[in-house]
């Protein structure tokens, strides 16, 4: 048996050569949830995988064994559901709900624009058909969603750890920030009209001190300092 003890996420850094001359070994999601199992690989090697404690691994992983061979890993089709969203009695709103209702069971779900996948259940079969969405069983491979919290929680091998990709959304989450409080501000600044001790041409106060309340994102003017509505100080 060859023992194997390192996982590579998604293959990220190896040459798509060497992921093409890898050996592949198929796994249905029981199997890899676990840390240590049992396998066989395509070329029919016996393999002892031993993961630390903890690590799931996903289609398009590869397994390192002890003498540097690659096994790419493939997920095998399995018994699932796939649910979709009625065309005639429903809408793509229920498929939202039934994937709100399955969380709060804490059920394995894959989650798909414009379909769920969890693993044969009859009770929450019938729960999903009353609820107008279609259920149908097939043998399909299966990738539930990572916990949230979970390092490499995104289901795309090597998306959520790449620093590009953070670096992005960090920029583009601190972007929208900026805008909604503009936003909020620039819509204080003309209900309330000019704030004493800024410029006109200065109405969010970037050069001054406004007295701005971090909070709630609004202007804490004294009503006695405050001008009447709609005329300028």
């Known amino acids: 048996m060859l023992n194997i003890d390192k996982i590579i ?77 009625c065309p005639e009695h429903g809408s793509a709103h229920d498929l939202l ?41 097939r043998q399909d491979a ?14 795309g091998a090597g998306h959520a750890d790449d620093p590009r990709h953070r670096h992005a959304h960090d920029d583009a989450h601190r972007h929208r920030a900026h805008a909604h409080a503009a936003s909020e501000d620039h819509a204080d600044w003309h209900v309330q009209g000019p704030v004493p001790g800024r410029a006109p041409s200065d109405p969010h106060g970037h050069g001054v001190d406004p007295g701005h309340d971090q909070a709630g994102g609004h202007h804490d003017i004294p009503p006695a300092d405050r001008p009447p509505s709609g005329r300028a100080p």
Request: aromatic share 4%; charged share 25%; glycine share 10%.
């Open 9 to 85: 996420p998604g293959g990220r850094g190896l040459a798509p050569a060497l992921l093409r001359r890898a050996t592949v070994v198929e796994l249905d999601w029981d199997v890899r949830q676990r840390s240590r199992f049992e396998a066989v690989d395509s070329a029919g090697t016996s393999l002892g995988v031993f993961l630390p404690r903890g690590a799931v691994v996903r289609g398009g992983d590869v397994l390192v064994a002890e003498d540097g061979s690659l096994r790419r890993v493939c997920s095998a089709p399995q018994p699932v559901l796939v649910v979709r969203a």
């Open 142 to 155: 299966f990738e539930p969603e990572a916990g949230a919290y979970l390092p490499g929680a995104h289901s």
């Open 97 to 137: 709900r039934a994937a709100y209702h399955l969380g709060n069971r804490h059920v394995a779900l894959e989650v798909a624009p414009d379909h769920l996948k969890l693993e044969p259940d009859p009770v929450l079969a019938d729960m999903l058909r009353r609820r107008h969405l279609i259920v149908e069983e």
